[in-house]
Structures are given as structure tokens and as C-alpha cells.
């Protein structure tokens, strides 16, 4: 079986980390960018502001 080319993050408001709202997006797990924490401007729908959301881990997994 291959090796997986992409992780699945979750991208949170850099503000407010406990906010409801969130994003998942793909990241490499090879090369110089799978080392660097991802960080992006989003459209953030509770404050209805463009901010900065940064990486986070995904929450655990329950059954």
C-alpha cells in the first residue's frame, strides 16, 4: 500500500480557538511545507471578518 501524500488538518480562528466555527483542509506530509504550521486568512462567519486561522490538532476520535 502507498504512503498517504496528504494529512487532514483543522484550521481554528487564531483569535478565538474555542470558536464553533472551523475549517478542515489537506497538508503535505512530505517536503519543507509538512514541517510548517499552516496558516491562512479565512472568512470567519461568527464575526463576518476576514482573520488569520492557524493550525490545530483534530480533536479525538469517538465511536
Known sequence: MAK???LKVRLVPEAKPDSAFFYYVKKPTAGDKAKIKLKAKKY???TRKHEMFV???LPPHSK
Open 4 to 6: 498517504k501524500t496528504h
Open 44 to 46: 470567519n462567519p461568527s
Open 55 to 57: 493550525e490545530k490538532k
